[in-house]
């Protein structure tokens, strides 16, 4: 089918994926699905296809560093709508998931037609969120304005990577680090190195 829509599903638990992809393939006949357990495979896939009509995540899965791997790829491709699959609890995490980009948020306890239903509507083009994703989070606003380097020198600096690590892993000069790293203290409006990790620490799920 030439207009057939094509999702990618990300979660590590093969019958979480399972799951999503019989919701998807019930609601959306003739719709390619690709699949996908970690960020790496995530960014490999979209890589492939860029085209994709919407990206059902998992932020709880190898790679993604909690809600740091959504920014990652909100980021990367700032074209293709997220949706996130999670089952984290309270106000905070969904608060947090939209204001880095996310157009929905599902609990994994939502039935499978729920899931279809805010599929349907982000591929409307709306932006699904519940009440308590209302008040904003201006840590996670700002830090949405990264741009995906400066979110990978963010997410090894959280790791504890020193500047000349940094540059290393990364295949620049410790210049263009340090460049870096100014800037991305100017962007999230804090004053030191460890102030931004601490606060990037915060983007992550909490720990069961």
């Known amino acids: 089918m030439e207009n057939a829509e094509r999702f990618l599903v990300a979660d590590d638990h093969p019958m979480v994926r399972d799951a999503l992809r019989t919701a998807l393939a019930q609601a959306f006949p003739g719709a390619a699905i690709d699949l996908a357990g ?11 296809q860029p085209e994709t009509d919407a990206l059902l ?8 560093d909690g809600l740091t791997g959504l920014a990652l ?3 990367e491709q700032p074209t293709v709508p997220i949706i996130v699959v999670s089952a984290a609890r309270g106000a905070a995490t969904p608060r947090r998931a939209y204001d880095l980009g ?7 306890s939502a039935s499978l037609e729920e899931i279809a239903a805010i599929v349907r509507a982000v591929l409307a083009g709306e932006i699904v969120a519940p009440p308590e994703a209302a008040e904003p989070d201006s840590f996670a606003q700002r830090a949405a304005q990264l ?7 963010l997410a090894l600096m959280v790791h504890g990577d020193q500047n000349k690590q940094i540059a290393y892993k990364l295949g620049v000069g410790e210049p263009t680090v ?10 999230l409006g804090v004053r030191s190195r460890t102030q931004a990790v601490i606060e990037a620490r915060n983007l992550a799920l909490p720990l069961p």
Do not use: F
């Not at 995540?57 to 993604?64: E, N, S, V």
């Not at 741009?147 to 020198?153: A, G, K, L």
């Not at 340090?178 to 962007?187: D, N, P, Q, Y």
């Open 147 to 153: 741009t995906p380097q400066q979110w990978r020198v």
């Open 178 to 187: 340090k460049a870096h790293v100014t800037v991305i203290l100017r962007k």
């Open 73 to 75: 790829l909100r980021a």
């Open 57 to 64: 995540l998992d932020i709880d899965m190898p790679g993604m």
């Open 38 to 48: 970690s960020l790496a495979e995530v960014e490999a896939a979209l890589e492939r």
């Open 102 to 108: 996310a157009s929905a948020y599902v609990d994994k």
